[in-house]
Structures are given as structure tokens and as C-alpha cells.
Nanobody
Framework: QVQLVESGGGLVQAGGSLRLSCAASGRTFDNYDMGWFRQAPGKEREFVAAIRWSGSATLYRDSMKGRFTISRDNAKNTVYLQMNSLKPEDTAVYYC???????????????WGQGTQVTVSS
């Protein structure tokens, strides 16, 4: 089992920045590839970004490229999502997830955090 706890969400104006953190405990963190997903009200959960267990590769949803950066610190058992140039349409609950496979599909991630709310005002 892997336990995941997100933090860092909040209210920010359009054009602003936030950094989300996801702290992991349980099984060895660096055995897992990590992902960030988000879900806006009335919409399906969607992929945001993923990072390999080693940090050697990253993957982003097209609309996030150049604005969001995923990173990880295996010594701290933490994965981050730096979000810049935020837009009102980025408003959602953001979830981190852990998987044994590097993927942009939510179905491949067996472990999930509880989510953190990000609200971007116009």
C-alpha cells in the first residue's frame, strides 16, 4: 500500500502560480511512477502530468505544456506540481496518484490521494 497526501491548493488569481505537493508513505516511493490528475465539477477526471520513478522522463497533457512542471524528490518521498500562468479553467480538485507503470491513464494508477482544491479567479 502507498498512502498519498496532497497539499498546496488554494485560491489564486488568473496568471498566478501554485505549487502542489504530494507526500507518500508506505511502500518504497521510488518504486512507483507518479501522476497528477484533476477533476472539475461536472467533468471527468483528466490527466495532467506524470513522472517516471527515476525522474528521467515526464509526460504532460498538451494544454499544460509550458505552464505546469512535475518533479519529484525521492529522498523526501514527495512529488510536486508547479503550476504557472493559471487560468480559470484550471479550477479543479487535483489528485496525485502512484502506479507501477508510467502512464497517462487513470485506470493504471491503483493508489490515490484525497485531492486538493485549486480555484483560479478571473
Amino acid at each position: 500500500q502507498v498512502q498519498l497526501v496532497e497539499s498546496g491548493g488554494g485560491l489564486v488569481q488568473a496568471g498566478g502560480s501554485l505549487r502542489l505537493s504530494c507526500a507518500a508513505s508506505g511502500r518504497t516511493f521510488d518504486n512507483y511512477d507518479m501522476g497528477w490528475f484533476r477533476q472539475a465539477p461536472g467533468k471527468e477526471r483528466e490527466f495532467v502530468a506524470a513522472i517516471r520513478w527515476s525522474g528521467s522522463a515526464t509526460l504532460y497533457r498538451d494544454s499544460m505544456k509550458g505552464r505546469f512542471t512535475i518533479s519529484r524528490d525521492n529522498a523526501k518521498n514527495t512529488v510536486y506540481l508547479q503550476m504557472n500562468s493559471l487560468k480559470p479553467e484550471d479550477t479543479a480538485v487535483y489528485y496525485c496518484a502512484a502506479a507501477p507503470i508510467y502512464s497517462d491513464s487513470a485506470t493504471m494508477y491503483p493508489y490515490w490521494g484525497q485531492g486538493t482544491q485549486v480555484t483560479v479567479s478571473s
